[in-house]
Structures are given as structure tokens and as C-alpha cells.
């Protein structure tokens, strides 16, 4: 299986999801955007993994990729592969599928708790979760839930947290697949948005004990084996 994953700043990588492709021999490869690399044709892979990165999905004046990356998620959606979008990846596939992404009315920055639809508690995906769990988050945008879109989860801070689309399209507005080392580099590079607010924490409540990245890594890979089985039952 080839796995292709699009990465916008180079502090922000596949985290934990990496270390699980690894352990499959999965074929990993991936566009750095930030270094104006190519994008794939979406032929001839199974898994497009989209990250999450400090722009907005209309800064396209500024990110002139951003235009041809869309295309490229549009194109991977229309031919039936499964695509993740984490953060900004979960935006720019909100967007892609017509609905509308604009900031939030709060900054979501820390670690705070998502609450499960009662959808996401039947979802096939993501119903080994528990109803309330406490995941990392890094952002001020949020997005419409797309038509034909299933809501997954909230937190109190955003209504929009996840959402599956057509079964094998999936968006997550929080991160599972954060590492200590993934958190620190986002605080080194965007340390100017820790400023005070409700739902902002500052850098010493992000890098919590291991065993809270421990215990989202752990619901990282398992909703990575079951979108796996999921893509085995297409084929």
C-alpha cells in the first residue's frame, strides 16, 4: 500500500502516524508544500494524509500552492482513496467538499476535551473511543460541516471537531498523533499565539506527562487499523 502525505511547515510532520505506517512496511512518501515540492499525481496511491500547518486554506495569495493542493485533495476524493486531514487538513477538505471554513469565535490551544456525537459513538471508525477524551489542539479556524458529512465530535470550544465523509474521508480538527517533540517545535515557531485567552494554555501546560501522549497516540493507531480495515473491505 502507498501512503502519500502532504506537509505544509517542516515542524509539523505524521507524529505518531508514521511510527504505525512503519511498523505495516506501508510505501510512505510525501510532499513538503513549504519547499514547493511537487504534488503527486493521486493515480498511484491508496492514502492521502493531509497535515496541519500555521495558514488558513484562503491564504492562497501568500501560499500560491494551496490552489493546487485542493486540486489534488478534490482529485484524490473523486477517485475513491481514503484521505485524512489533520487541523489544516481537516479545512482544506472541509473546504474542498463546498462548505465554508472561517476562524472560530476562540482560539482552541492545549489540551482540552472532545465529546463524541451520537453519531461518533456508532461510527465504525471511531466508536472505540471514549464518549469524552482529552486530545491536543492548535487552532483559530474552523469549518461548516461539509453536505453528506457525518459529525463525529465537539469540544466546548468548537462545535466542529471531526467528520467522516462517504465513509473513507475523514477530518480532525484536534491532534491524536502529537509527540513531546512535535509540541515543542510548535511552541518554538508559533509562540506568539500563546497570548491569554479562554482556551489557550500557556507552554508549560502543553508539554504534558508522557502518558498523555501515550494514551492519544494509543486512539491514533487504532482508528489508523480501522480506517485500514475499512480500506481493505473497499477492495
Not at 484562503?58 to 490552489?67: G, K, Q, R, T, Y
Not at 493546487?68 to 476524493?77: F, V
Not at 472505540?128 to 474552523?142: A, M
Amino acid at each position: 500500500m502507498h501512503i502519500h502525505y502532504l506537509q505544509h511547515v517542516p515542524f509539523e510532520g505524521l507524529g505518531r502516524i508514521e511510527q504505525w505506517i512503519k511498523t505495516r512496511w506501508y510505501h510512505l512518501t510525501a510532499t513538503g508544500l513549504y519547499r514547493d515540492e511537487i504534488l503527486p499525481e493521486v493515480d498511484g496511491i491508496d492514502w492521502l494524509i493531509v497535515m496541519g500547518g500555521p495558514m488558513g486554506v484562503n491564504d492562497e495569495d501568500e501560499f500560491p500552492w494551496l490552489v493546487h493542493e485542493k486540486l489534488t485533495i478534490e482529485r484524490a476524493i473523486r477517485q475513491g482513496k481514503i484521505v485524512i486531514g489533520i487541523c489544516l487538513g481537516a479545512q482544506l477538505i472541509a473546504d474542498v467538499l463546498g462548505a465554508r471554513v472561517y476562524p472560530n469565535r476562540f482560539k482552541e490551544i492545549g489540551w482540552f476535551p472532545i465529546e463524541l456525537t451520537e453519531a461518533g459513538q456508532q461510527s465504525p471508525l471511531f466508536g472505540f473511543l471514549p464518549k469524552r477524551l482529552n486530545v491536543f489542539h492548535w487552532h483559530g479556524d474552523t469549518f461548516d460541516l461539509p453536505a453528506d458529512a457525518v459529525q463525529i465530535a465537539r469540544s466546548e470550544a468548537c462545535e466542529h471537531q471531526a467528520f467522516v465523509y462517504d465513509e473513507r474521508v475523514i477530518g480532525l480538527q484536534f491532534h491524536m498523533e502529537s509527540t513531546p517533540e512535535g509540541i515543542d517545535g510548535l511552541v518554538r515557531n508559533c509562540s506568539e499565539e500563546l497570548v491569554d485567552g479562554l482556551y489557550i494554555q500557556t507552554p508549560s501546560q502543553l508539554i504534558v506527562a508522557p502518558e498523555a501522549f501515550n494514551i492519544v497516540n494509543k486512539f491514533m493507531d487504532g482508528l489508523l487499523t480501522r480506517i485500514e480495515q475499512t480500506a481493505k473491505k473497499m477492495h
